[in-house]
C-alpha cells in the first residue's frame, strides 16, 4: 500500500496550493496530490472567460508545470476518485479499491456542479462549466449552436454570457429570483449587470422558474418556464452553484454544516484526528460574515486555506483570517469584491454606474464591511484596509469620490 506523511485529495486550487505552501514551511516529508481529473492541478477562473472565449491556451492556466512538482518531490495520482476514508486505520480508498495511507489528510475535493433535476434533465446539450473537460466540451458545440439559454444568473452565468455575447449567439439568461447576482450582491449592483447584459443584446428574464427540458431526437430544444412559457435552445448552460463533494468524509463521522459541507474549525481541521479540508467544501465561522458559518467559494479562500494546514502541519499552526475577495469579468468590466455583504443594512454609492467606474460600499452598523467596485481598483484597495480596521466612516463621505478611501480611515 503507497504511504503518504500528507496526503492531498483534490488537485484543484486549495489542493495545488497545500503543497506548494507546505514545501514553503518546509515540510520535508512525503506528499501525495490526488485527483480525480486527468490534468495537471489549472485555474478555473479562465474556464468561463478568457479560456471560453478562445484568448488563453490550457497551458497556461496550470496552477504549475510538471517540473515544479518534480522538483519539490509532489506525487501526481491524477485519475484516482477517493469514494471512502477509514480515520481509524488512516487510509483513504479509492472507487478502483486502490488503498493509500497517510498520516494528515487534507480534504480538497471541491464541489461538483449542481444539475437541473426536472423533467428533462437527461436530454443532451445541457453543459455545466466547472472544469476543463466541460468547457472543451461546451466549445465543441457551440459552431452549431445559434440560442443559448444559460440557467442561473450569478458570477459563472454571467461570465459566460458575456463570453457567448460577444461571439454573436443569441442568449438568454433565466434566473428564478427577482434579480441577478441577488445572493451575493446589492441591487444597484444587480441593476447595472442586467443593464450591461441587455445593452449586449442578451435577454436578461428574472423571477424565471425552469419547469422542464424540452427536446427533439433526445437533444434539447426548449426551455419550459413556470408559466408554461418555451424559450427556443440549441444549448442551455447551467449555473447554479455547486454540490460541495463530502460524502466520504460524513460518511466517516465528520461534522457536517447547514450550508452544506464539512465543519472546520479555525486550523482547518475537521472533528476527525488529522483530517483537515479546505477551499470550496470547508464550512467554516468567518469573522468577517460576523461569525457565521459559511463557505467560501473563491480562489483567495482556497489559497489561505491552504497556507493555515500547511503551517498547522509543520508545527507553526496560525488560525484562518483572511479578508475575503474575490473577481469577476464580463466585457470591459472587472468586477472586484472585498469583503462580505452578508447581513449588511445600508449601502453607500461611490461614482457613477452610467459612467462605467464606480463602487458600492456596504454598511453593517455603521462599519464598513464589502466593497463591490466596478472598474474601480483604487476603491477595492483601499476599502480593504477599511474593513481590516473596522473603519465606520460618515456615510457623505464615502459617497464623495473627491475623498479618497484611505483619508477616511480611523487615527
Ligand atoms: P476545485 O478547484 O474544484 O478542486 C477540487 C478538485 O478535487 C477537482 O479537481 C475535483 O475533480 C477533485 N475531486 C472531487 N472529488 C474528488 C474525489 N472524491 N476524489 C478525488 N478528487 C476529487 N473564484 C474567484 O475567486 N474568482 C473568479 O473569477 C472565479 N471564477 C470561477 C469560474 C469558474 C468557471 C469556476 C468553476 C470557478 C471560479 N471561481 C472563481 C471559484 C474558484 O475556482 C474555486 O473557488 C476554487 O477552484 C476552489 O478550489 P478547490 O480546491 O476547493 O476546488
Same mark, same amino acid.
Given at each position: 500500500?503507497?504511504?503518504?506523511?500528507?496526503?492531498?485529495?483534490?488537485?484543484?486550487?486549495?489542493?495545488?496550493?497545500?503543497?506548494?505552501?507546505?514545501?514553503?514551511?518546509?515540510?520535508?516529508?512525503?506528499?501525495?496530490?490526488?485527483?480525480?481529473?486527468?490534468?495537471?492541478?489549472?485555474?478555473?477562473?479562465?474556464?468561463?472567460?478568457?479560456?471560453?472565449?478562445?484568448?488563453?491556451?490550457?497551458?497556461?492556466?496550470?496552477? %504549475?508545470?510538471?517540473?515544479?512538482?518534480?522538483?519539490?518531490?509532489?506525487?501526481?495520482?491524477?485519475?484516482?476518485?477517493?469514494?471512502?476514508?477509514?480515520?481509524?486505520?488512516? =487510509?483513504?480508498?479509492?472507487? @478502483?479499491?486502490?488503498?493509500?495511507?497517510?498520516?494528515?489528510?487534507?480534504?480538497?475535493?471541491?464541489?461538483?456542479?449542481? %444539475?437541473?433535476?426536472?423533467?428533462?434533465?437527461?436530454?443532451?446539450?445541457?453543459?455545466?462549466?466547472?472544469?476543463?473537460?466541460?468547457?472543451?466540451?461546451?466549445?465543441?458545440?457551440?459552431?452549431?449552436?445559434?440560442?443559448?439559454?444559460?440557467?442561473?444568473?450569478?458570477?459563472?452565468?454571467?461570465?459566460?454570457?458575456?463570453?457567448?455575447?460577444?461571439?454573436?449567439?443569441?442568449?438568454?439568461?433565466?434566473?428564478?429570483?427577482? %434579480?441577478?447576482?441577488?445572493?451575493?450582491?446589492?441591487?444597484?449592483? !444587480?441593476?447595472?449587470?442586467?443593464?450591461?447584459?441587455?445593452?449586449?443584446?442578451?435577454?436578461?428574464?428574472?423571477?424565471?422558474?425552469?419547469?422542464?427540458?424540452?427536446?427533439?431526437?433526445?437533444?434539447? !430544444?426548449?426551455?419550459?418556464?413556470?408559466?408554461?412559457?418555451?424559450?427556443?435552445?440549441?444549448? $442551455?448552460?447551467?449555473?447554479?452553484?455547486? $454540490?460541495? @463533494?463530502?460524502?466520504?468524509?460524513?460518511?466517516?463521522?465528520?461534522?457536517?454544516?447547514?450550508?452544506?459541507?464539512?465543519?472546520?474549525?479555525?486550523?482547518?481541521?475537521?472533528?476527525?484526528?488529522?483530517?483537515?479540508?479546505?477551499?470550496?467544501?470547508?464550512?467554516?465561522?468567518? @469573522?468577517?460574515?460576523?461569525?457565521?458559518?459559511?463557505?467560501?467559494?473563491? =480562489?483567495?479562500?482556497?489559497?489561505?486555506?491552504?497556507?493555515?494546514?500547511?503551517?498547522?502541519?509543520?508545527?507553526?499552526?496560525?488560525?484562518?483570517?483572511?479578508?475575503?475577495?474575490?473577481?469577476?469579468?464580463?466585457?470591459?468590466?472587472?468586477?472586484?469584491? $472585498? /469583503?462580505?455583504?452578508?447581513?449588511?443594512?445600508?449601502?453607500?454609492?461611490? /461614482? !457613477?454606474?452610467?459612467? /462605467?467606474?464606480?463602487?458600492?460600499?456596504?454598511?453593517?452598523?455603521?462599519?464598513?464591511?464589502?466593497?463591490?467596485?466596478?472598474?474601480?481598483?483604487?476603491?477595492?484597495?483601499?476599502?480593504? $484596509?477599511?474593513? @481590516?480596521?473596522?473603519?465606520?466612516?460618515?456615510?457623505?463621505?464615502?459617497?464623495?469620490? !473627491?475623498?479618497?478611501?484611505?483619508?477616511?480611515?480611523?487615527?
Amino acid at each position: 500500500m503507497q504511504q503518504f506523511d500528507v496526503l492531498i485529495i483534490g488537485a484543484g486550487h486549495a489542493g495545488a496550493q497545500a503543497a506548494i505552501a507546505l514545501r514553503q514551511q518546509g515540510f520535508g516529508g512525503s506528499i501525495g496530490l490526488l485527483g480525480e481529473e486527468p490534468e495537471l492541478p489549472y485555474e478555473r477562473p479562465p474556464l468561463s472567460k478568457d479560456f471560453l472565449a478562445g484568448d488563453k491556451d490550457f497551458e497556461r492556466m496550470l496552477i %504549475r508545470p510538471q517540473g515544479f512538482w518534480d522538483e519539490r518531490a509532489v506525487t501526481m495520482l491524477p485519475d484516482h476518485r477517493v469514494d471512502r476514508v477509514d480515520p481509524s486505520r488512516h =487510509v483513504a480508498c479509492c472507487i @478502483e479499491g486502490t488503498e493509500i495511507g497517510y498520516g494528515s489528510l487534507v480534504w480538497a475535493a471541491g464541489g461538483a456542479a449542481r %444539475r437541473l433535476s426536472c423533467p428533462g434533465a437527461d436530454l443532451k446539450g445541457q453543459h455545466v462549466v466547472r472544469t476543463h473537460a466541460d468547457v472543451v466540451a461546451l466549445k465543441a458545440e457551440l459552431a452549431n449552436a445559434n440560442r443559448v439559454v444559460i440557467v442561473g444568473g450569478g458570477y459563472i452565468g454571467l461570465e459566460t454570457a458575456a463570453v457567448l455575447a460577444k461571439k454573436g449567439l443569441h442568449v438568454t439568461i433565466l434566473e428564478a429570483m427577482p %434579480r441577478l447576482l441577488a445572493r451575493v450582491a446589492g441591487p444597484q449592483i !444587480s441593476d447595472f449587470y442586467a443593464e450591461q447584459h441587455r445593452t449586449a443584446g442578451v435577454d436578461v428574464r428574472t423571477g424565471a422558474m425552469v419547469a422542464a427540458l424540452e427536446g427533439a431526437n433526445g437533444r434539447i !430544444s426548449a426551455v419550459m418556464l413556470a408559466t408554461g412559457e418555451r424559450v427556443p435552445a440549441d444549448l $442551455v448552460v447551467v449555473g447554479i452553484g455547486i $454540490v460541495p @463533494e463530502v460524502a466520504p468524509l460524513l460518511q466517516a463521522g465528520a461534522e457536517s454544516a447547514s450550508c452544506g459541507g464539512v465543519m472546520v474549525d479555525a486550523f482547518c481541521r475537521t472533528s476527525l484526528a488529522d483530517i483537515y479540508a479546505i477551499g470550496d467544501l470547508a464550512a467554516h465561522a468567518n @469573522e468577517f460574515a460576523g461569525g457565521v458559518v459559511i463557505r467560501l467559494e473563491s =480562489v483567495q479562500n482556497a489559497n489561505d486555506m491552504a497556507t493555515v494546514v500547511a503551517k498547522g502541519v509543520t508545527g507553526a499552526p496560525a488560525p484562518y483570517r483572511a479578508v475575503p475577495w474575490f473577481w469577476s469579468n464580463q466585457y470591459d468590466l472587472r468586477l472586484q469584491t $472585498v /469583503g462580505l455583504s452578508l447581513g449588511y443594512d445600508a449601502t453607500v454609492l461611490r /461614482g !457613477s454606474p452610467a459612467a /462605467g467606474s464606480f463602487s458600492l460600499v456596504y454598511l453593517r452598523k455603521g462599519k464598513v464591511v464589502a466593497l463591490d467596485c466596478v472598474n474601480s481598483v483604487r476603491d477595492y484597495v483601499q476599502g480593504k $484596509v477599511l474593513i @481590516e480596521r473596522g473603519a465606520e466612516p460618515d456615510p457623505a463621505a464615502l459617497a464623495d469620490i !473627491s475623498l479618497p478611501l484611505k483619508s477616511l480611515l480611523p487615527l
